[in-house]
């Protein structure tokens, strides 16, 4: 059994994946609204919106959605997801892409624990954690 993080997104799920999968060089899968079992429930505008994505991340993957309810949830303020790369050149190259446009919460550096570490909220709105394998130095 492995936990898969489930984001959620004010409708840029398809940009946010499509952004994480050339960060990765892993290609997203979309389900939309529209021809799904639940078009005839949503409203007209949500026809193109992402029902569910999926990508797969190294061994494991993210799930994501379009937040399309009547009642959008609050920003991640608890949760974040953490990568952790095989080198620090690999770890600082997903800082920095994926950190681009958004808000950065500790800066890319080594900490006593890892050669490299850096925290952020990118600018979807998902908060990151990218760490180094203590090994790869």
Known sequence: MQPIPYLFY??????A??????VFGTTPTFMRVKGSPMESEMPAEA???????????GEGQIFGSDDIGPDPGAAMAGCNVLITGPDTATS????????????????FEPQFWSP??????DRFGIRWMIDTESAGG
């Open 10 to 15: 004010t409708g840029n799920c398809e940009e």
């Open 17 to 22: 994946f499509n952004h994480y999968a050339k």
């Open 47 to 57: 026809a193109n919106a992402i029902m569910h994505a999926s990508l797969p991340i």
């Open 92 to 107: 600082r190259r997903y800082f920095e892409a994926l950190s681009d446009g958004g808000e950065i919460r500790m800066p």
């Open 116 to 121: 490299g570490f850096g925290a952020f909220t």
